[in-house]
């Protein structure tokens, strides 16, 4: 089975420039996560999905994130403007019970 | 809010030796899960090993185990017999459990492992 698919795993970008992560769950996964890993702030949840609804929406630094669940299998968090604090390591990661969730490779983010 | 504590930014074992993770935990809740990942250096988050609250068995997944003191709200993950292939980033976590619905992690800052020959 096909885990958590993310895309791209490495982006390059300049400040300013949009930025669209990709992420797809696990085939009957009805619930998705976002996260942020940084030096500085370590692992933190930026948003979850259940069954394609924003759930807790808290941890979005500010409203140059946004982020989308279409349907079941696609989510996308897009960053616009981009900063250069906005480096980091992004993870998606999807789950079906309450407990165990499965981590995508992450998305490596630089802006110059 | 929930909080996670690993005061042990690094460690280091010999290889075929058992070594033990530290994390503290803080929480209001009642009914949550404490879960332990690994990530190597390809930067995957790996699931070790996951403990209920509600269950007084500490769990184990072959050579990891857990001493779960839900009175003193620690969490520690003990490595037995430590091979090469368990050099990595560890991360203790916290989840709460809803009724339903999915919740989110928190994490700890991490303990770096480094497992020597």
């Known amino acids: 089975d096909a885990g958590v698919i993310q895309s791209p795993r490495h982006e390059v970008t300049e400040m300013g420039q949009e930025v669209t992560l990709r992420c797809k769950p696990i085939s009957g996964h009805n619930s998705l996560f976002w996260y942020r890993q940084t030096m500085m702030r370590g692992l933190e949840l930026l948003i979850y999905?259940?069954?394609?609804?924003?759930?807790?929406d808290s941890g979005m630094p500010e409203d140059r994130f946004s982020a989308k669940m279409p349907n079941a299998s696609f989510s996308t968090l897009k960053i616009q403007p981009s900063e250069p604090r906005d480096s980091a390591v992004y993870f998606c990661?999807?789950?079906?019970?309450?407990?165990?969730?499965?981590f995508g490779p992450g998305t490596r983010l630089l802006v110059l | 809010a929930q909080t996670v504590t690993q005061s042990q930014p690094e460690m280091s074992v010999q290889e075929a030796e058992t070594v033990t993770l530290s994390c503290t935990y803080d929480?209001?809740?009642?009914?949550?899960?404490l879960f332990w990942y690994k990530q190597p250096p390809s930067r995957q988050m790996i699931l070790v090993i996951r403990q209920e609250a509600y269950k007084q068995q500490n769990a184990t997944e072959n050579r990891f185990s857990v001493n779960f003191q839900k009175a003193a709200k620690s969490f520690s993950l003990k490595i037995s017999d430590s091979q090469l292939g368990d050099t990595a980033m560890y991360f203790c976590?916290?989840?709460?459990?809803?009724?339903?619905?999915?919740?989110?992690?928190?994490f700890g800052t991490g303990t770096r492992l480094q497992v020597t020959l």
């Open positions: 976590a916290f989840m709460k459990i809803n009724t339903g619905t999915a919740s989110k992690l928190t």
């Open positions: 929480t209001s809740e009642n009914n949550y899960y």
């Open positions: 999905f259940n069954n394609n609804v924003p759930i807790d």
């Open positions: 990661a999807s789950s079906w019970d309450t407990s165990i969730q499965y």
